[in-house]
């Protein structure tokens, strides 16, 4: 008895230890957590088996094989409507990086232009351009991309009528799209592609070597401009040698449309100019953010080391300068890509548009269909923060 | 040596008064020429940005006042009288009530007016500063109100758990208001005049609190037995539109998101492996995401996950998937503030021998929230424009109601008018928050800055 006794407040204190210890406590914690989330997930797999079941449908990416009986209005690929989901899947993902990509770069230089003109010490543009941030930062997107479309971009001449941008004859928009020369490459074309690789290689050699032999010696080389020289001159001569081997193939009216040339839906330009407004109010802020961050300090230090001030510029302020603002800028661009998604609000066929609407009506594989966009999604999100990760290894503070 | 001579000798030095600025470096010539035209590049681009804003305010000012019909039936007597060259206001103006309400019956707007006025009564406290417990205040109308509204809105029959909850959301309701008007009058508390009143001041404090609950639950049962007999009749969340769906799914969104994202931050930074990797899982997977496919998921997704018996209606799968999405955002948001306290804070807390969960809300979440208000109003004022997202699924909400005015043959094909009218009461809620949030931020961080 006398054993039992010890043994049972033994083991009461033992007890009372295990519920106080803290390792004890997490891993119960963490078990429970599982616990909790394995139930979870295996209560709504149940689930969806038997919905599954109930509605006679199959899992499984099966599906991707067969004809997918509908056309898409836009693509860069060339598509039909027999072709398989899966070509469905890179129609709309082409198209979604083509509006992203051409989005990010406009948007860059917009925002870059009203963030420098937001700090102007002319105070009437200075205000001009923070009235235009806290107007459109403040307003949805999508009724913004809604606006562009059904005020502008729906209401657009007939292709006769059409509206000449630039005045050149050579940029037409109508209610069919925006038509633009396309190049056509000819036979010799790829020579002057090769010498414009081969000169921006050259030019990043003469860089590197400039930088070497100024730490070593002191001595400046302007890189700089030889670098452009060689980008822009090697690939032109090669270019007037082979005898321009470049044509434009210019829209013409024909008829009732035009033929020739490349064109974009009005919905893509809607899009376009709706993102590209909208994102370039917060790059102008992270621009403004950024160049503020500099301490006035650092200009005067410069100036007092005797450099000119298109230098200190240069080396001093815009390199410190970027390190506040990228990593907010490629956090921005990455929701560029994330709202060109609202396209489908107007009808243009980027990948939400075509598969995770159209294709997942029409087929019904919606588990399959919702992971493969976003396994889209994040794989380039997961690609932009790699790429600002490196960035920002690269360019921290060294610290002691 | 001069000037040694005059220093010994008793005449002392006057200066001459200074003269005046030049007339063209002060006053409003001054400003003009320092600010505006101190250069010629300045200058252009003055005389540029004039030219703009010309340009944007004439031709905005003749569309939408000049030129506009103010009274018309259709949208082919707009046309008639001014062409494309005015707006259309009466299109609005005729569709005000379903901007704002949907396609709820006129004879229950009542409810949702009533609705949304005892949310601004029940919050209105926060606003004056002799009022003591505005926590308890506040928790009870972001955790109670929801049902008493939810019933206000949605109607149709109560069970028992309703019934209780709706009694102690009034109840709850008319004690804050008494606490109030007793924290304004005599600036004491409720509670202490309750305990006078009864004659329990000379009890020991653990006894004191019993004629406060006692009144509390006596005002429920008095609540309960009134409510019994009163029934509203059911509105089918079909009807429901307008800013009345924004507010309720960007409201839902807010309280939702800031405590789950403050669990999730908090997950995030914790030392237990297993609920890190969950937390980090859930935030990265729906923050590298956009909202419309986490919204198309929970409309085709949702019904698949439950069982065939439950069948949820679409406005509550909106809200799953913009709480979802708001929580990760929020937890981000969240994370910023724990980073910014400095880790002496953590080790004060944790050297004083106070617990994990004390340490964070005693210590360090009410510093890392009040680092975090900008963030915080930001991600609301995110919300509150995200919300418009829901229109791409087929829910009525504000952006939707304003596209749907063209579908209505009187009114065939009137879209910037609505558009435009909708951008101007999204700037204003987006606008008034993001001023309140630089005002709370002046306020609130009164301490921080050094002086």
């Known amino acids: 008895m006398a054993v039992v006794d010890r043994g049972a407040s033994g083991q009461g204190s033992s007890l009372s230890e295990i519920v106080n210890d803290e390792r004890y406590r997490s891993v119960f914690y963490q078990i429970l957590v599982f616990a909790v989330v394995m139930w979870a997930g ?101 009724l913004q991309i809604l606006f562009w479309y059904l005020a502008v971009f729906a209401i ?245 | 040596m001069a000037n040694l001579d005059a220093s010994s000798s008793d005449v002392t030095f006057k200066p001459k008064p200074s003269l005046p600025p030049p007339p063209n470096t002060v006053g409003a010539v001054g400003w003009v020429r320092k600010n505006l035209f101190s250069s010629p590049l300045n200058a252009f681009l003055t005389l540029l940005s004039l030219y703009v804003i010309w340009v944007l305010v004439s031709n905005v000012f003749d569309w939408a006042i000049l030129n506009a019909v103010w009274e018309a039936e259709t949208r082919r007597e707009c046309l008639d009288k001014v062409g494309l060259s005015g707006a259309c206001w009466a299109g609005v103006s005729h569709w005000m009530k379903n901007f704002i309400y949907g396609r709820y019956p006129d004879t229950d707007v009542w409810r949702i007016n009533l609705g949304f006025g005892t949310l601004i009564l029940w919050m209105a406290p926060f606003w004056f500063p002799r009022v003591t417990g505005k926590i308890a205040i506040g928790a009870s109308a972001i955790l109670i109100s929801p049902f008493l509204l939810g019933y206000l809105f949605a109607g149709g029959e109560k069970g028992l758990f309703l019934q209780l909850m709706i009694s102690i959301a009034i109840t709850s309701f008319i004690f804050s208001w008494l606490h109030v008007l007793v924290c304004l009058g005599t600036g004491n508390t409720l509670r202490n005049v309750i305990v006078s009143m009864t004659g329990f001041a000379a009890k020991p404090d653990s006894a004191q609190k019993y004629p406060v609950i006692g009144l509390f639950v006596a005002l429920a049962v008095v609540v309960f037995a009134l409510q019994a007999g009163w029934q509203l009749e059911e509105q089918n969340t079909n009807l429901w539109g307008g800013l009345f769906v924004t507010l309720v799914i960007s409201g839902i969104g807010i309280a939702v998101s800031l405590p789950a994202g403050i669990v999730l931050a908090l997950g995030r930074r914790s030392k237990m492996p297993i609920i890190r990797v969950f937390c980090v899982a859930f935030i990265e997977l729906f923050r590298s995401v956009p909202l419309i496919t986490v919204l198309f998921m929970a409309v085709t997704m949702v019904p698949l996950f439950l069982p065939e018996a439950i069948n949820p209606v679409k406005i509550v799968q909106a809200i799953i998937a913009v709480c979802i999405f708001s929580s990760a955002y929020m937890a981000e948001t969240v994370r910023g503030g724990l980073q910014a306290i400095p880790k002496g804070q953590y080790e004060a807390a944790q050297a004083l021998g106070l617990s994990y969960w004390k340490m964070m809300t005693l210590i360090v979440m009410p510093q890392a929230l009040k680092l975090m208000i900008p963030n915080i109003v930001g991600s609301f004022i995110g919300l509150l424009k995200d919300t418009t997202l829901v229109s791409i699924v ?27 009218f909708g951008a101007m009461l999204y700037f204003v809620l987006c606008f008034i928050m993001s001023k309140y949030s630089q005002h709370l931020e002046r306020t609130l961080g009164a301490g921080q800055v050094r002086k």
Not at chain 1, 128 to 141: G, K
Not at chain 1, 315 to 340: D, T
């Open chain 1, 156 to 400: 657009l001449p007939r292709p006769k009528q059409s509206f000449d941008v630039l005045g050149l004859g050579l940029f037409e928009l109508n209610n069919r799209g925006f038509y633009f020369p396309a190049p056509v490459p000819g036979e010799f074309f790829g020579a002057t592609m090769l010498t414009l690789l081969a000169a921006v290689i050259a030019a990043y050699v003469v860089a590197v070597w400039a930088k070497k032999r100024q730490n070593a010696t002191g001595e400046r080389f302007p890189a700089f401009w030889t670098g452009i020289g060689i980008v822009v001159g090697a690939p032109l001569l090669v270019f007037l040698v082979t005898g321009s081997p470049l044509e434009w193939d210019i829209p013409e009216l024909k008829g009732f449309n035009f033929r020739g040339g490349a064109s974009v839906p009005p919905a893509f330009c809607a899009v376009f100019i709706a993102l590209v407004i909208y994102h370039a109010c917060y790059i102008a802020e992270m621009v403004r953010a950024g160049i503020l961050s500099v301490s006035h300090g650092q200009t005067e230090a410069s100036y007092s080391l005797g450099l000119k001030p298109g230098l200190t510029l240069r080396l001093v302020i815009i390199p410190q300068a970027m390190r506040a603002i990228v990593p907010p800028l490629i956090s921005n661009w990455m929701n560029v890509v994330k709202n060109s998604s609202l396209a489908i609000a107007v009808g243009f066929p980027d990948l939400v548009a075509v598969f995770m609407q159209t294709s997942l009506n029409q087929s019904g594989h919606a588990i399959e269909i919702v992971a493969m966009v976003m396994l889209f999604y994040m794989t380039v999100s997961l690609t932009i923060s790699g790429a600002l990760n490196y960035y920002n290894k690269l360019v921290q503070l060294k610290e002691r």
């Open chain 2, 394 to 420: 087929g829910l009525y909400d504000l952006l939707l109601m304003l596209k749907a005015v063209s579908q209505n043959p009187q009114w065939n094909g009137i879209h910037t008018e609505p558009l435009f």
């Open chain 1, 42 to 142: 295996w209560y709504l797999f149940t689930n969806t088996a038997h919905n599954l079941e109930a509605r006679g449908m199959s899992a499984g990416f099966g599906f991707l094989q067969s004809t997918a009986g509908f056309s898409i209005s836009f693509s860069i690929i060339p598509y039909e409507a027999g072709d398989s989901y899966l070509w469905v899947y890179l129609v709309g993902i082409t198209n979604t990086l083509l509006l992203s990509f051409v989005s990010i770069v406009a948007t860059t230089i917009l925002g870059f232009i009203i963030g420098v003109l937001r700090l102007s010490k002319n105070w009437l543009v200075a205000q001009l351009a923070s009235w235009y941030v806290e107007i459109l930062r403040n307003t949805p997107l999508l």
